[in-house]
């Protein structure tokens, strides 16, 4: 069964940065499809960044420049680093793994942003 633990989360203020993870069991990643997503409070949730065959990578123009997705195969682990984070960067993160059979979805963990 495919389970992925996102940690790394935590309060930090306006113009620090925290470095998330992913860490997969269940699965081995040879070239994943990815993403890294956050729910704010009263919000839907959005996709911050994407990896593709483990090597494409994408991010949403409010993150471009400060968020990096990458991937570490032989430890089956996602991490996002964020830079120069605002408050607006807030919510639960939730990482997802696309598979050919279904969606994997982590439980999130929370990113609070000080001004």
């Known amino acids: 069964q495919v389970q992925l633990v996102e940690s790394g989360g935590g309060l930090v203020q306006a113009g620090g940065s925290l470095k998330l993870s992913c860490v997969a069991s269940?699965?081995?990643?040879?070239?994943?499809?990815l993403g890294w997503y956050r729910q704010a409070p009263g919000k839907q949730r959005e996709l911050v960044a994407m990896?593709?065959?483990?090597?494409?990578?994408s991010y949403a123009d409010s993150v471009k420049g400060r968020f990096t997705i990458s991937i570490e195969k032989y430890i089956d682990t996602a991490y996002l680093q964020m830079n120069d984070l605002n408050p607006a960067d807030s919510g639960v993160y939730y990482c997802?793994?696309?598979?050919?059979?279904?969606?994997?979805w982590g439980r999130g963990t929370q990113v609070i942003v000080s001004s």
């Open positions: 997802k793994l696309q598979a050919p059979s279904q969606d994997y």
């Open positions: 269940g699965t081995i990643f040879v070239a994943p499809d």
């Open positions: 990896i593709k065959n483990g090597r494409d990578t």
